[in-house]
């Protein structure tokens, strides 16, 4: 009996993915619940578990390939034939069927079609190129070696070539025409993951639907530095966690959002919802591409528990392991580019959110304090906000409150 292998209900709005790999191939054994295959959606990663035992009867979608909930991915052929079936019991076609498909595979899969495509284009004969792909595979990169090595023989070969000793006439001996290498060989061509394609579609849907504006702010990091330094190492070893600088920014960025509500809000139509809970997003720059992974009711968090959560976060990230729970919701954003290096930037809304704060380089400054110059580590704080609702003179106050906080660090303990 076959049973279809299916997309499955991916979570809220999420109606696409795209198969990322399958872990099992066609005529493989697989046992309840045993993993078939990876897909990825806009916000995290799923994995396709096997719901009958049996046999991988045939592949209907492959890598690269983008699918829809409830789209069929495979066909399980029910009832998985055990190592102790009888030899007599097997088919006299199944070695005939295995023959048909290795001379299919000699056939198809000798060379990427990318790596044919340019081969024909650049009039390369792949008969004797090596390939370095997988199971031999001629892949892009070994037409392009062969065609380097092709070019750097026309050059030996023309300048081995001399004119006749002893002739009264020097016949000029005409170069090899050149060989134009197209700028296809140049520039590579990568699809862009289905979490790219939703970061962009989202930060171009934030540009065109929204009243962004950004306002900006400098603080002195002097007693957030010197109180990390005093307190990290009893802190790591009471916590298991150091002491970092998000945590700082989550408390005091509750404590401005307090008072001033409206930047922890959305729009519905003509009306404002203000929310008076605290989940808060912070952007984690993966490998993968961006990800907003939420502290929920992050006004109830202690410092070490906003700094375990991030790290458990970021690793998952990286390991692509976060789940819908992990990154649904969010009322305000906080983005660190610092971590990159950046010294200033305008951070771009995550809709339907109105605000989000932007964190940049810690960089030593000349600052005046009490009418002279000192030296002092500076931070220049950005927030983007939505201006439909949230107007100027409460955007510039927000990053005043920040900065009062930050300066003030004790003065969070009041916060939170």
Not at 317 to 328: C, Q, V, Y
Not at 332 to 350: C, D, E, Q, R, W
Not at 408 to 413: A, F, G, I, K, R
Request: aromatic letters at 4%.
């Amino acid at each position: 009996m076959s049973t279809n292998i299916v997309v499955p209900e991916l979570g809220e709005s999420i109606v696409e993915a795209t198969v990322i790999r399958w872990f099992k191939s066609e005529g493989e054994s697989v046992n309840i619940g045993e993993a078939l295959l990876e897909l990825e959606t806009e916000k995290a990663n799923f994995e396709v578990a096997a719901e009958k035992q049996g046999v991988i009867k045939s592949i209907l979608k492959n890598a690269d390939e983008d699918v829809e909930v409830g789209e069929v991915l495979g066909i399980l052929e029910e009832g998985a034939v055990s190592n102790d079936t009888p030899a007599e019991t097997v088919t006299e076609e199944a070695p005939q069927a295995k023959e048909s498909a290795q001379t299919q595979e000699s056939t198809t899969e000798k060379i990427t079609p990318v790596a044919k495509n340019l081969a024909n284009e650049l009039n390369i004969d792949i008969s004797n190129i090596k390939g370095t792909g997988p199971s031999g595979r001629i892949t892009k990169e070994d037409v392009e070696k062969r065609m380097e090595t092709k070019i750097k023989q026309s050059e030996v070969e023309a300048s081995d070539v001399k004119p006749a000793q002893q002739s009264p006439a020097v016949v000029p001996v005409q170069d090899s025409p050149p060989i134009l290498i197209s700028r296809d060989v140049r520039e590579e061509r990568i699809k862009m993951s289905r979490r790219r394609r939703t970061i962009a579609r989202r930060m171009l849907e934030a540009s065109q639907t929204t009243a962004m504006l950004t306002t900006f702010n400098e603080i002195d990091m002097s007693s957030v530095m010197e109180l990390r330094k005093r307190r990290k190492e009893a802190f790591k070893e009471k916590h298991g966690v150091n002491l970092g600088l998000n945590s700082f920014f989550v408390k005091a960025s509750i404590g401005a959002l307090k008072a001033f509500p409206a930047i922890n809000a959305e729009i519905d139509g003509d009306d404002m919802i203000i929310k008076h809970y605290y989940d808060i997003g912070v952007a984690i720059g993966a490998s993968e591409g961006l990800v907003v992974p939420v502290l929920k009711n992050a006004d109830g968090m202690s410092f070490a528990e906003i700094e375990k959560k991030i790290k458990e976060y970021a690793a998952k990230s990286e390991e692509n392991t976060l789940s819908l729970e992990d990154i649904m919701g969010g009322t305000f954003t906080i983005t660190n580019g610092g971590v990159f290096g950046s010294l200033m930037s305008t951070p771009i809304l995550n809709p339907p959110q109105v605000g989000i704060l932007g964190l940049h380089k810690i960089e030593e400054r000349p600052f005046v304090v009490n009418g002279a110059i000192e030296i002092r580590p500076m931070m220049y704080v950005a927030l983007s906000y939505d201006h439909r609702i949230v107007d100027g003179r409460e955007a510039v106050q927000f990053l005043v409150r920040l900065k009062e906080l930050i300066q003030d660090p004790e003065s969070l303990l009041l916060e939170g």
